[in-house]
């Protein structure tokens, strides 16, 4: 399938050849051409299968067949849960919508509003907004969303973790009805399903990846280790493996500043990324780890939502998230775009109770694995095969992934295998 076979106009295939995107993904092929025969989409799509194009490039299509309106109404509008996010959808939109006319700019806390006052005042075609500043702005009198055609919940769970159900409730109702609606989900609770009935007229459900799912190009592993050892293994790993462009995910913020700490310390440049951070702070640290300076970056859940880093190599979880939905966020942000990704869970024999959650969700076990010198002073240790890695020699903290480690972890395997292996639900992929 191409993208021009997909119905996409000769603007829109400029731009997409511009980013240099071959082939559509699965949600793109998917969802494209409902959205510009009009529908209403329900999509389950987690961050990283392509999803924002598979909404942006549509809608953008879609409003650009009409020449601008005088004074330029809003006329889509896409909410998303984080201030990252909308920045990222935001860069996206733009790079879409490069050989249209149509203007477009982003919302949300945590910076000065009359930058984006300004924005507004000039006339807007597609507003990304965090749900919080949208509502500040719209009750200042500086947004009006009565001209409405495209309304877009992107990550909409996240949002309602984040307690904003009632904000875009209160969104929706300043809307007409008439409008064409998108919902984007990485899972499907029965809050969603709600929200969905209430907002979607007859929508065509779309998947990206089979539902609870996480993406089949991601080698999983948990190491059994005590608490109290966990940053001297994570050292071991980032230190013996040469890792960069690691991303951690801590529970906390005074966890992830503690990390930060305990990293830089042992000469691996770290930066922290949570709610307690400036957005300038956040946004810099971002940079800097894109741009290679800082290694790893330290994350709490709610600030790492809709990261957009391409081709991350690692995921390292310090400790499981008690809600096994946030371990398929967290992981989504590795195995991206084609290339093999990592993840590796810390987990004590506290934490093993998340463990069998989180393999419920999946439909399948995870590899556990013991790092010689590490092994856990209490608790079981059965519930996953063991496995020892000798000192030195080729552990996990090894190197290329791709080469040595999941090849010395699969006794010659490739890593296709491992990720077919994993896929067969309920299959034993421990080795
Ligand atoms: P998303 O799931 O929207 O966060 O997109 C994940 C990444 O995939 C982004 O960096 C996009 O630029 C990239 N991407 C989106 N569509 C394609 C495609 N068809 N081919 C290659 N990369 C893509």
Redesign the pocket.
């Known amino acids: 399938m191409t993208?021009k076979e997909l119905g996409l106009s000769e603007a829109l295939l400029k731009a997409?050849a511009d980013?240099?995107?071959?082939?559509?993904?699965p949600?793109?092929e998917k969802a494209i051409p409902k959205i510009l025969q009009g529908q209403d989409v329900l999509a389950s799509?987690?961050?990283?299968?392509?999803?924002?194009?598979?909404f942006a490039m549509p809608m953008i299509q879609l409003l650009a067949k009409e020449p601008p309106r005088q004074r330029r109404p809003i006329r889509a509008l896409v909410l998303t849960p984080t201030r990252e996010l909308a920045s990222?959808?935001l860069e996206?939109v733009q790079?879409y919508s490069k050989y249209v006319d149509l203007r477009s700019t982003v919302i949300f806390g945590g910076v000065k509003q009359n930058p984006q006052v300004d924005q507004l005042k000039r006339g807007i075609d597609i507003l990304v907004a965090c749900p919080g500043r949208l509502m500040d702005l719209e009750s200042q009198g500086f947004v009006d969303l009565r001209q409405i055609e495209f309304l877009v919940l992107d990550e909409a769970d996240r949002m309602l973790d984040m307690g904003f159900l009632r904000d875009i409730k209160r969104i929706i109702a300043m809307m007409p009805l008439k409008r064409q609606n998108l919902l984007f989900s990485a899972t499907f609770s029965s809050d969603i399903r709600k929200l969905a009935n209430g907002l979607l007229t007859n929508p065509v459900t779309v998947e990206?990846t089979p539902e609870n799912t996480t993406a089949d190009r991601v080698d999983q592993i948990v190491y059994k280790v005590d608490q109290a050892r966990k940053t001297e293994l994570i050292t071991k790993l980032i230190w013996d493996g040469n890792w960069h462009q690691v991303l951690v995910f801590t529970r906390t913020k005074h966890g992830a500043n503690r990390l930060v700490q305990k990293l830089e310390k042992a000469k691996i440049t770290a930066a922290a990324i949570h709610g307690n951070k400036s957005q300038a702070a956040r946004t810099k640290a971002l940079a800097n780890f894109k741009k290679g300076e800082v290694s790893v970056l330290v994350a709490t859940d709610i600030a790492a939502r809709?990261l957009?880093i391409?081709l991350l190599p690692y995921v390292i979880n310090f400790e499981l998230p008690n809600v096994p939905e946030d371990y398929v966020h967290r992981i989504g942000r590795t195995g991206?775009?084609?290339a093999a990704g990592i993840a590796i869970s810390l987990v004590s024999v506290e934490e093993l109770e998340y463990v069998r959650g989180i393999e419920k969700l999946l439909g399948m076990p995870l590899v556990q694995e013991i790092i010689e010198g590490f092994e856990p002073t209490k608790g079981p240790v059965e519930g996953g095969k063991k496995r020892m890695h000798g000192k030195g020699g080729n552990t996990s903290g090894g190197r290329e992934i791709r080469n040595n480690n999941t090849t010395n972890r699969n006794n010659g395997n490739t890593n296709r295998n491992v990720r077919q292996k994993s896929r067969s639900k309920g299959g034993d992929n421990r080795n």
Do not use: H, L, W
Request: hydrophobic share 25%.
């Open positions: 993208f997409v980013q240099g995107y071959e082939t559509p993904s949600i793109q799509a987690q961050t990283g299968t392509g999803k924002t194009a598979g990222q959808v996206d790079n990206a809709g957009d391409p991206r775009a084609g």
